[in-house]
């Protein structure tokens, strides 16, 4: 990637890190807060953390709450599922919001709109009002697509990657924090003075609080873009108006898509389903306190600080080697892993072995969602990850399937009385490997599947299948030209043997448009 | 009953058509508050089990005291941690060594008639209902305040 040259600028601008040329970082410095780059990546994973702290607060309290409030296991698995499911239409609905105001604006937006109802928790009364917050505080979930969106703004090709995994991976480190922090404000409380059914209460003010926070935090010192916040809409509001239609109708029947959001839907689904109810789960089989009941309820989440990055190092490691099939191959394998040991997870009686089991359940199940990432990016190129134009729709259904598989699960397997929660935590293991089959369905013309290699026929270079989504007018206007260059990036994808017989045929860089 | 505010009087005594004896293993009475059938349903947390350390039935201790041959009674205080749910009550009988050895309880076998109705607090406060409001009311106009403040910055800009 080549440094920013300023000869067509009047006014040189100077970035921390080395930039592109459309001063995008080419770099990722992990401790360093330098504007705007790194500073929108902290911002970005703290506001997505405090969401998912939100979020989960109530399970972890639950004992508490369901006495408080009366609730029955229909309710609270209720309540749970509500929990999830807003996000599945907000998830879609961030990808277009971020493009018309730009990520700072949406996520920020977000937040504090369902700031509210992380306080009104304080307050519930009823199975119904308790339902109604969890499914609202549910909502912020959709932070996730604003985060990515703001990572491909800041960063390039090489490294956005990397920032998109971490930023998921330390967001979603949130699950696990809140299950620890919960209990121990909720102790403090009690002790002070306060009553167990007021200090659950005053407990929910502090995740309220922190979201306010970060969302400030995001207005006042984040920014859209590298070269300053959102004008764009001066800029392409045509050309994005007559471009949707045909962006969503490529996404939508691009089968890869759908299998992705199915696949997904059972390792972050999982992820999510598990968030809220193992710390009843070791509370009630274990006959825990609540905080260790926490403790051991955080860890499941707290691996997410290495086991998501990890998955995605792991996926390019894999493609170097093997190209996108060992991207697939890698999937498969990690994710299955992850429904076997949650199959043993259900079936161990003891709690050591339970919390063992579960921590390498953990490690899989959340790799499995980096790998994910590591293939979403090279399904449609008319789906955003590295140019800024497009919508992301691939990405919003993939994320957005994640949350149906959370609400599926939990209704099927957590609702009610029907199976006590380690059949149901054996029958979703099962489920996690049954619904990763469908991983060997996905076939690339120019890099093969699981099972076939690339196809010797018409449709066989990357040039082909990604400018086979632009209409022979639309290639005439130029509109494909952002495609040529990915499809040029992206035959790396074919894995270390093919690929030097096709750098000799690559002599010059190709100019940036 | 509402809990934290209403007493409740407990008598308990050994059945006295037993045989003379029968109570010469009791060293400790234990009395608690249970939950009735009612209140367990689809809550497997309070469930019923056999074997006594997994029971979830009794959750709350009354009082634990040596035991005393004769009648005993006891005037108690709902305590403030007590879920809105339908109760009875129940005596364990200890031996040395924290065994139980006996029960009685002042419902029928099957745990139908003569229950207790309790009403918890709601741990609500008037307090904490406004701080709720205000804090809600001044996230969202604070977005708008950031709205507004974006608006005139890029109106600005164009002039």
Not at chain 1, 9 to 36: G, M, N, Y
Not at chain 1, 193 to 221: D, E, H, N, S, Y
Not at chain 1, 362 to 370: D, I, L
Request: proline content about 3%.
């Amino acid at each position: 990637m080549e440094i920013s040259s300023t000869i067509t600028e009047t006014e040189p601008q100077k970035f921390a890190l080395p930039v592109d040329s459309e001063h995008k970082a080419t770099e990722f410095h992990l401790f360093s807060a330098a504007a705007p780059h790194m500073r929108a990546f902290h911002l970005s994973w703290i506001s997505f953390f405090s969401c998912f702290v939100s979020t989960f607060a109530a399970p972890p309290l639950l004992p508490i709450i369901r006495d408080n409030l009366n609730l029955t296991a229909t309710d609270i698995g209720n309540a749970g599922v509500a929990s999830v499911s807003g996000a599945v239409f907000a998830r879609i609905a961030m990808g277009t919001a971020c493009d018309l105001f730009g990520p700072r604006l949406a996520s920020a937006s977000l937040i504090l709109l369902t700031a509210p109802a992380v306080y009104f928790t304080s307050i519930a009364s009823s199975p119904i009002s308790f339902l109604l917050v969890r499914f609202f505080t549910g909502f912020s979930l959709a932070t996730f697509v604003s985060a990515q969106f703001w990572m491909s703004s800041m960063f390039s090709g090489p490294v956005v990657g990397t920032a998109n995994g971490v930023a998921a991976g330390w967001g979603n480190l949130g699950g696990g924090a809140t299950q620890l922090i919960m209990p121990l404000v909720f102790s403090l409380i009690r002790d002070i003075g306060a009553v167990k059914f007021t200090a659950w209460r005053i407990a929910f003010f502090i995740p309220a609080l922190f979201q306010t926070l970060t969302a400030f935090a995001i207005l006042i010192f984040g920014q859209d873009l590298p070269d300053g916040n959102y004008q764009r809409l001066q800029n392409s509001g045509n050309k994005q108006k007559d471009k949707f239609s045909r962006v969503f109708y490529h996404g939508i029947t691009n089968y890869r898509g759908w299998i992705l959001a199915l696949t997904y839907g059972y390792c972050f689904g999982v992820e999510l389903t598990v968030d809220n109810i193992i710390a009843e789960y070791f509370y009630d089989r274990f006959n825990l306190k609540l905080h260790t009941a926490g403790i051991i309820a955080a860890s499941f989440g707290l691996a997410n600080l290495v086991s998501r990055p990890a998955g995605g190092v792991l996926s390019d490691m894999m493609a170097k080697r093997f190209g996108m099939r060992g991207r697939l191959w890698a999937l498969w394998a990690v994710q299955t892993l992850g429904g076997v040991f949650c199959i043993i997870l259900g079936q161990v009686g003891s709690l050591t072995a339970s919390i063992v089991v579960m921590i390498v359940f953990s490690v899989f199940v959340q790799a499995a969602c980096g790998l994910t990432f590591g293939v979403v990016p090279f399904v449609s190129r008319s789906m955003d990850y590295i140019c800024l134009r497009s919508l992301g729709v691939i990405s919003g259904m993939t994320g957005g399937g994640g949350n149906v598989g959370a609400v599926l699960t939990q209704l099927i397997f957590f609702k009610g009385s029907k199976y006590s929660k380690e059949t149901g935590i054996t029958l979703m293991g099962i489920m996690i490997v049954c619904c990763t089959l469908p991983i060997f369905l996905i076939y690339f013309p120019q890099w093969g599947g699981m099972f076939c290699g690339p196809s010797l026929e018409k449709i066989a270079t990357e040039e082909d299948y990604y400018l086979s989504e632009w209409s022979s007018k639309e290639q005439g206007k130029g509109l494909h030209q952002a495609s040529l260059k990915f499809a040029d990036n992206s035959r790396s994808e074919r894995g270390r043997r093919v690929h030097s017989q096709t750098l000799s045929s690559n002599a010059t860089p190709s100019a940036n448009v | 009953l509402r809990a934290g505010e209403d007493k409740i009087t407990v008598r308990w005594g050994l059945n006295q058509s037993l045989p003379a004896g029968t109570d010469s293993a009791y060293k400790t009475i234990k009395v608690q508050l249970c939950y009735a059938p009612i209140s367990q349903v689809d809550r497997a947390w309070r469930k019923t089990e056999d074997h006594l350390s997994k029971d979830k039935t009794c959750q709350f201790k009354i009082v634990k005291r040596p035991y005393t041959t004769g009648n005993q009674t006891l005037e108690w205080t709902i305590e403030r941690d007590v879920p809105t749910a339908t109760y009875f009550v129940r005596a364990y009988a200890l031996d040395a060594n924290d065994h139980e050895v006996a029960y009685g309880q002042n419902t029928d076998a099957k745990k139908t008639t003569n229950l207790l109705e309790i009403q918890a607090i709601s741990g609500r406060h008037v307090s904490l209902d406004i701080a709720s409001v205000c804090f809600s009311v001044f996230s969202i106009i604070s977005l708008m305040g950031f709205f507004f403040v974006e608006k005139r910055k890029g109106r600005k800009a164009q002039q």
